[in-house]
């Protein structure tokens, strides 16, 4: 009997939890070093995809298409996400300044 555990379709699948938990922990740091209202919605048609709920779901779809994958999350550097991040809202809305 094989072991669930060891399945390669049950290791992808903790991978891709564990993944996207790491992007959801850099989501929030983002939103709250920039101050970010995660309810409001004005980011979604800037970061997200369109159909998201809120500029929370927004900003979680950025960081995981920045992030890549479970290898490439790992050796992010915060700091220079967030600096990324505000360049490209500083690109993509009228906003003047945010929080660095
Ligand atoms: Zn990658």
Known sequence: MIQIETTPA?????LNKRFRGQVRNLA????TAL???PHG????SVCGQGGEA??????????KHEACCASC???LDFKALQ???VRFLLENTNQKEYHE
């Open 83 to 85: 600096r990324r991040f």
């Open 10 to 14: 049950f290791r992808d699948f903790m």
């Open 35 to 37: 101050r970010i209202n």
């Open 73 to 75: 999350i790992k050796v």
């Open 28 to 31: 929030t740091s983002l939103i």
């Open 41 to 44: 919605r004005e980011l979604v």
């Open 54 to 63: 809120d500029n929370c779901e927004a900003i979680f779809s950025w960081v």
